[in-house]
C-alpha cells in the first residue's frame, strides 16, 4: 500500500541501494494503489489499468541496480526478485515506483511510461536476460534514452502479484511491444512456464500488440547455424509445448491462469476443458511462428548498426556512454565491489 513517490527527487550517488530504498519519502504523491493511468478510464473504452502498472525502467536503471545489489552471472532472475520482495517489503511499492523520482548517471529520467514488455522466465539468468534485452534494442536500435522496460519483478508489486496478473493483457496492449527472451533457444525455459504463454498469447489476441524473440549474443551462434542448417527444427522446436504441462513457480498463481484459460479460451459455451486449452495453445503457436519469421530474417541479415554500446561493453559506431555495461559486467565477474552500502 501507500502512495507512489513524486516526479522530483535527488540524482543517485555512490550509496545507491541506501538511497533509492531509503523508508518513506516527503515526495511521496497522492496517487494509491488503486490509481488508474491517465487516458485508462473506462469512458474511452479501454480497460482501467493501475498506473503503476505502465510504469518502465531505462535500461541504465536496470544494470544500475545490478551493480548495487551485487550480482553475478549465476544469480537467477528469481533469485533477483526475492531481493527485491525483501527491499519493497515495508513500502509496498514496485521498484519502478521507488525508482520514479531519480535520474541515473548520465541524468535521464530512471523511470517513465513502458514501451518495451519482456517476457521471460525467472529460473534463468538475470545476466542473460539483460544481454538478450540489449541484444533486441541494438537489433531494433530502439533509442536508450526513450525506451522504458516492463520487467515483471520491477514493475510489478511483489506484495500484490494476484492484482497485476488479471491486467496483463491490457498493459500489453498499451505497451505495444513484447519481446520473450529465448533461454536456451533450441529448448526455451519460458515456454514452459505458464506465465510467460499467458503473456505470449495476449500478442496474438490483439492486433495492435507486437511479439519479437531474442536471446543474449551466446545463444545467437547456434541459433544461426540451424537457420542454415534446418529452420524446420527451429519451429518444432519452439512449438512444442503444451499449456497443460506447463508450470509456475507459485501453484497458486498457475491455477488461476489456467482458471483463466478455462473461462476466456473454450471454443463454445459447452466446451470441454480441453478444448480451451486446445485453442489457448493454437493461439500461442501462431504467436511464436509470426515472430520467429521475424527473427530469423533480421538474423539472416545482421543485427543493424545503432550509436550506444552494447552489453558486452564494445561502443557502437557512435560511440556514445562508452564503458558503462563493462564496469557493469566488472562487478557481475566478481572483480569489484558495489559503490554504496546495501539497504
Keep these: 500500500g501507500g502512495g507512489v513517490p513524486g516526479a522530483a527527487g535527488p540524482r543517485w550517488g555512490r550509496s545507491l541501494s541506501s538511497r533509492l530504498f531509503r523508508r518513506g519519502s516527503s515526495s511521496a504523491s497522492s496517487s494509491g494503489p488503486g490509481a488508474t493511468a491517465e487516458g485508462g478510464g473506462r469512458s474511452s473504452g479501454q480497460i482501467a489499468v493501475d498506473e503503476y502498472l505502465l510504469l518502465g525502467v531505462s535500461r541504465a536503471t536496470i544494470w544500475e541496480l545490478a551493480v548495487a545489489f551485487d550480482l553475478d552471472a549465476s544469480v537467477t532472475t528469481l533469485e533477483v526478485a526475492a531481493i527485491v520482495r525483501a527491499h519493497t517489503r515495508r513500502s509496498g511499492w514496485s521498484i519502478a515506483e521507488l525508482c520514479r523520482a531519480a535520474c541515473t548517471a548520465d541524468g535521464r529520467p530512471a523511470v517513465a511510461r513502458a514501451n518495451l514488455f519482456v517476457s521471460h522466465a525467472q ?30 519483478l520491477l514493475c510489478i508489486r511483489q506484495h500484490e502479484v494476484e492484482n497485476a496478473i488479471t491486467q496483463i493483457g491490457e498493459i500489453e496492449k498499451r505497451v505495444g511491444r513484447v519481446v520473450m527472451v529465448l533461454d ?15 503473456e505470449i498469447v495476449h500478442t496474438q489476441l490483439q492486433k495492435d500488440t507486437e511479439l519479437n524473440l531474442t536471446m543474449a549474443a551466446e545463444e545467437k551462434a547456434g541459433f544461426r547455424a540451424a537457420l542454415n542448417r534446418d529452420s524446420a527444427a527451429i519451429a518444432r522446436a519452439l512449438r512444442s509445448f503444451d499449456a497443460r504441462s506447463a508450470q509456475a513457480s507459485v501453484e497458486e498463481d498457475k491455477e488461476m491462469i489456467f482458471d483463466i484459460i478455462r473461462r476466456n479460451f473454450s471454443l463454445d459455451d459447452g466446451a470441454k476443458e480441453y478444448d480451451a486449452f486446445d485453442h489457448f495453445n493454437s493461439c500461442v503457436h501462431a504467436a511464436i511462428s509470426r515472430a520467429l519469421a521475424a527473427v530469423s530474417f533480421q538474423y539472416e541479415s545482421g543485427p543493424s548498426e545503432v550509436g550506444y554500446e552494447s552489453v558486452t561493453g564494445s561502443p557502437g559506431p557512435a560511440g556514445r556512454r562508452q564503458g558503462f555495461a563493462a564496469r557493469a559486467l566488472g562487478f557481475f565477474g566478481g572483480r569489484r565491489q558495489p559503490a554504496g552500502d546495501s539497504a
Design 123 to 152: 529460473s534463468c539468468s538475470f545476466v542473460k536476460l539483460l544481454a538478450a534485452v540489449d541484444a533486441h534494442m541494438e537489433m531494433h536500435r530502439l533509442d536508450l534514452a526513450t525506451t522504458y522496460i516492463w520487467l515483471d
Design 184 to 198: 536456451p533457444w533450441d529448448k526455451p525455459v519460458c515456454l514452459t512456464r505458464v506465465w510467460c504463454l499467458y
